[in-house]
């Protein structure tokens, strides 16, 4: 082969290389499109529903966005304890009585995909139903189900919950969808663990009177001013942005651009302030407080200082610390 040649295929791969990142970058920005729009639901819904109606609607509105990122027709959604019992679920079949549905439910932990991907703890592809052992197929089920895809929600190590999306024609799903639901669902759990704990404090606010260390992040929002006024954040390391908004950007006049490329959240605090936060920052990555709650004044682009307060809450993504909140003007 003549270096011609060997320029030619070192071309070829460096193209096929680019197009997967490329790939990879567009089902990591879909994911984040997802999780953007679960907190707006979940922000919204704390001030017009709490309790079981609540984390329901919230269970709702991310099975709602699986269904429309993979065109799937029909999906189910169960979310899990610590002990592996169904605490809420959507079913795709719609309403269904008590008992029925806890029959549902019993057998397909036990014979089903959502159950494989409980005991495997991975995401389960099923190309034909009619020929894979582990779909199982319900007594008058009011769909056609050909083609399969279970995505466990995963917050860490910890089992969240079970997601099953279906289709009436066989190969319907594919592995990059399959991966792009996987993305998805690792940004979802840290919504949907929020609105869990949130229904979960106001439980035990019927029992015990409220106490400082446990407040998730919509709950500081709630009957407050519109969502679009609020910047969020996903920071790790040193307050690294991992990810934020366009109104965080515009929050301190810069383009989405200069914000993400700024080296921390540190940059965003006036000046005498920053050895605050950033010890503020510290003690949350740290493990010392699983929340971050603090006012400063916030330094613009222009230099122009503002008054801003952020929450967070500490969380493992893909296998590392970050925080994930929001930021107001005050």
């Given at each position: 082969?003549?270096?011609?040649?060997?320029?030619?295929?070192?071309?070829?791969?460096?193209?096929?290389?680019?197009?997967?990142?490329?790939?990879?970058?567009?089902?990591?920005?879909?994911?984040?499109?997802?999780?953007?729009?679960?907190?707006?639901?979940?922000?919204?819904?704390?001030?017009?529903?709490?309790?079981?109606?609540?984390?329901?609607?919230?269970?709702?509105?991310?099975?709602?966005?699986?269904?429309?990122?993979?065109?799937?027709?029909?999906?189910?959604?169960?979310?899990i304890d610590a002990e592996g019992r169904v605490t809420e679920s959507i079913l795709a079949r719609g309403a269904t009585i008590r008992g029925q549905k806890q029959r549902l439910i019993s057998e397909v932990l036990d014979k089903g995909l959502a159950g494989w991907v409980i005991r495997h703890r991975q995401v389960g592809l099923i190309a034909d139903t009619t020929q894979d052992e582990r779909w199982l197929t319900l007594p008058s089920e009011p769909y056609t189900v050909r083609s399969a895809l279970g995505i466990p929600i995963l917050k860490g190590k910890e089992l969240l919950g079970i997601l099953t999306l279906m289709h009436s024609e066989p190969g319907h799903f594919t592995p990059q969808s399959a991966r792009l639901m996987q993305m998805t669902a690792e940004q979802m759990a840290l919504i949907l663990d929020n609105a869990r704990l949130y229904s979960k404090q106001q439980q035990l606010k019927q029992e015990t009177p409220p106490t400082e260390d446990f407040h998730p992040i919509a709950e500081q929002l709630s009957n407050r001013e519109d969502f679009s006024v609020i910047g969020i954040y996903i920071i790790?390391?040193?307050?690294?942005?991992?990810?934020?908004?366009?109104?965080?950007?515009?929050?301190?006049?810069?383009?989405?651009?200069?914000?993400?490329?700024?080296?921390?959240?540190?940059?965003?605090?006036?000046?005498?302030?920053?050895?605050?936060?950033a010890a503020q920052l510290d003690r949350c990555f740290q493990g010392q407080s699983r929340e971050l709650s603090c006012k400063f004044p916030g330094q613009r682009k222009d230099g122009s200082l503002i008054d801003v307060e952020v929450y967070g809450t500490r969380t493992k993504l893909y296998g590392k610390y970050v925080v994930i909140g929001v930021l107001r003007l005050i």
């Open positions: 082969m003549n270096a011609r040649d060997q320029s030619k295929e070192q071309l070829i791969r460096e193209i096929a290389l680019l197009r997967r990142e490329v790939a990879e970058l567009k089902a990591t920005k879909i994911a984040f499109d997802a999780q953007h729009e679960l907190l707006r639901t979940f922000i919204s819904m704390m001030q017009t529903a709490t309790g079981t109606l609540m984390l329901r609607s919230m269970l709702q509105q991310a099975l709602s966005i699986s269904r429309r990122l993979t065109k799937a027709d029909e999906g189910s959604l169960f979310l790790f390391g040193e307050g690294n942005f991992l990810y934020a908004n366009h109104r965080l950007a515009e929050i301190f006049g810069y383009t989405f651009g200069e914000l993400v490329s700024l080296e921390s959240i540190l940059d965003l605090v006036a000046p005498d302030n920053r050895h605050l936060v």
